[in-house]
């Protein structure tokens, strides 16, 4: 795997997840900017060079200048440079329409027990809501491909019991053929939730818990989600970043933190376990507190 990182931020930490999970062999369909794009292309630096993936506004496996800014990762000559095709988002929803696309790689603002997914306004959105972008290829990613692996944070506002508005759909109402009824393809299907501290998957159609990040507790997962999820019959402890990656995701794809230098660093003690650095912080200042009598 590599030499355990000494010192690392939930978001590396959760880019590094999901950059694992990316196969040599598929294609990726991944969201533009971000986590997304930093993932797909730390994987294939890495650990899957044979991956394609084709950005949201239709380039397919372009080598990009790295690094990029995250505001420029499509409709940009560094973004789509040496490309084997420059499509539109019309031609690869089409490709994707008839089975080419394995996996979409999203971000989102909530989602809800059966994997729906809002990034267009929240709140009451016939009456006082707060409107963000919309889901731009996000919906057609997550309705068409086979699988959807979805990177949000951990917070109670984000994981939902039912989404303000359905900007992309999961399994809808959590019914069986639910998305078939809907006209979807059959077969597709969420696939991964992916925070800083943990991953989910489903099981009959609904989240479920599968492991924790070692710096946190089921408990502390479950006290950052508006509903239960299920929980698996052995939760996984993930691995941590290792320098390696590490060193590509700062040196090469994000010089200027721009993607990653977000959520609270993480620390990895002497005795091999992790703690978030204002924690270590707090327990140091403790032990040189003279106690009172």
């Known amino acids: 795997m590599g030499t355990p990182a000494a010192y690392f931020n939930e978001r590396e930490h959760q880019i590094c997840l999901v950059a694992r999970m990316i196969e040599n062999a598929r294609t990726y369909w991944v969201a533009g900017g971000g986590s997304p794009m930093a993932a797909i292309l730390l994987a294939k630096k890495l650990s899957a060079p044979e991956a394609v993936y084709v950005t949201e506004d239709g380039v397919v496996n372009p080598e990009p200048m790295l690094p990029l800014d995250p505001l420029m990762t499509m409709v940009s000559s560094r973004a789509s440079y040496r490309a084997l095709q420059w499509g539109t988002m019309n031609s690869i929803g089409f490709q994707a329409q008839i089975g080419l696309m394995d996996v979409g790689i999203l971000n989102t603002l909530q989602v809800d027990p059966y994997g729906n997914i809002n990034s267009t306004a929240t ?171």
Not at 187 to 214: C, K, Q
Not at 223 to 228: L, V, W
Not at 252 to 265: A, N, S
């Open 123 to 293: 709140g009451d959105y016939d009456g006082e809501h707060r409107r963000f972008g919309g889901p731009g290829g996000a919906d057609s990613i997550a309705s068409l491909c086979w699988k959807t692996i979805l990177m949000t944070d951990q917070q109670k506002r984000k994981f939902v019991p039912r989404v303000d508005f359905i900007s992309s759909p999961g399994y809808l109402d959590g019914t069986e053929g639910a998305r078939e009824r809907a006209g979807l393809p059959r077969g597709t299907d969420p696939w991964r939730v992916v925070t800083p501290w943990a991953p989910f998957d489903y099981e009959d159609r609904y989240m479920r818990l599968a492991g924790v990040s070692p710096f946190v507790t089921v408990e502390q997962v479950l006290a950052e989600m508006s509903f239960e999820p299920k929980m698996a019959k052995e939760i996984e402890t993930l691995e941590t970043p290792t320098e390696e990656e590490l060193a590509v995701l700062r040196s090469e794809l994000d010089q200027r933190g721009q993607i990653t230098d977000v959520g609270k660093p993480i620390i990895r003690l002497d005795d091999g376990t992790y703690q978030f650095v204002e924690e270590e912080q707090a327990e140091a200042k403790e032990k040189e507190t003279p106690s009172s009598w």
